[in-house]
């Protein structure tokens, strides 16, 4: 069923070439119909147990048409990252699935990242699928910090394995740092601030103030009051975060002058 699905996605992609090639620009309807989404979803969840073997089933037939279907992957990251939840709490699955999925569905997208959207037969936005992932991984964790422990690894992994992708990507990084600045993970906060300092270009630009320096202020807010003695023992780290925050402090970024004050203050 998963490889007879592709295959009319398959069709739908070709027609919309077609047409280009015809009309110049003649827009097709490249979403999911409601038959399609539920038939997906049905394969996909009907047996929890199953999941991981499908999925590799899906990216294969993917494979096999050499189509890059985000919206199929999206749609299908997105169902589970609700399903899990679910399946989750009455130990239907060993939540390591849900890590398995992530780092599956994302080893896959990003073996793309050094081809041209052009020379790729892609259908919908691969930035889609990245943003489901994190999803996937964090959302079913929230307000619960057992659960959070275990999501604040998987970041860790999923970050660690596929930053090159995530960082130049700014609604991706916002979306990073939405989750950096929560106390549950640490790790993660730790790996997000190291990373950035090793890739300074994608800090905010210096002329430029805007909800992605503020929401990097208040991860490094919180970074600092859940780590402070960590980065005291480390000159390196004192250091890095002083620049950091000098440079969110020529953008007037809010709240980086008061952040930059404590820390000096606590340094003395």
């Known amino acids: 069923m998963l490889f007879t699905l592709i295959h009319?996605?398959?069709?739908?992609?070709?027609?919309?070439?077609?047409?280009?090639?015809?009309?110049?620009?003649s827009p097709?309807?490249?979403?999911?119909?409601?038959?399609?989404?539920?038939?997906l979803?049905?394969?996909?969840?009907?047996?929890?147990?199953?999941?991981?073997?499908?999925i590799n089933i899906l990216i294969e037939a993917l494979k096999s048409v050499e189509l890059v279907d985000c919206i199929v992957l999206s749609d299908v990251v997105d169902t589970l990252s609700y399903c899990v939840v679910q399946w989750s709490s009455s130990s239907i699955i060993d939540n390591s699935l849900?890590?398995?999925?992530?780092?599956?569905?994302?080893k896959y997208i990003f073996e793309l990242r050094n081809q041209q959207e052009s020379n790729l037969r892609l259908v919908g936005r691969v930035r889609d699928v990245w943003e489901k992932l994190i999803n996937?991984?964090?959302?079913?964790?929230?307000?619960?910090?057992?659960?959070?422990?275990?999501?604040?690894q998987w970041l860790v992994n999923f970050f660690s394995h596929f930053h090159d992708v995530l960082l130049p990507d700014w609604v991706l990084r916002i979306k990073l740092y939405r989750i950096g600045r929560s106390t549950d993970y640490k790790q993660f906060r730790?790996?997000?601030?190291?990373t950035l300092v090793q890739n300074q270009d994608?800090?905010?630009?210096?002329s430029i103030r805007n909800d992605e320096s503020e929401l990097l202020v208040q991860v490094l807010a919180e970074f600092w009051d859940s780590d402070s003695k960590w980065i005291m023992g480390?000159?390196?780290?004192?250091?890095?975060?002083?620049?950091?925050?000098?440079?969110?402090?020529?953008?007037?970024?809010v709240g980086a002058r008061r952040l930059a004050d404590q820390i000096a203050d606590s340094l003395v």
Not at 9 to 17: E, M
Not at 28 to 39: D, F, P
Not at 42 to 54: C, D, G, K, L
């Open 136 to 152: 996937l991984l964090w959302k079913w964790s929230q307000n619960n910090i057992e659960k959070a422990t275990q999501a604040d």
């Open 28 to 39: 097709v309807n490249t979403r999911l119909y409601t038959n399609q989404s539920q038939i």
């Open 190 to 194: 730790r790996l997000l601030f190291t």
């Open 8 to 25: 009319q996605r398959q069709a739908v992609y070709l027609n919309y070439k077609n047409y280009q090639r015809e009309d110049g620009y």
């Open 98 to 106: 849900i890590n398995h999925i992530a780092c599956t569905v994302g």
């Open 234 to 253: 480390k000159q390196a780290l004192r250091q890095d975060l002083r620049t950091m925050l000098e440079q969110l402090q020529e953008i007037d970024a």
């Open 202 to 206: 994608h800090l905010p630009l210096p």
């Open 41 to 54: 979803n049905a394969v996909i969840t009907f047996n929890p147990t199953e999941v991981a073997a499908r």
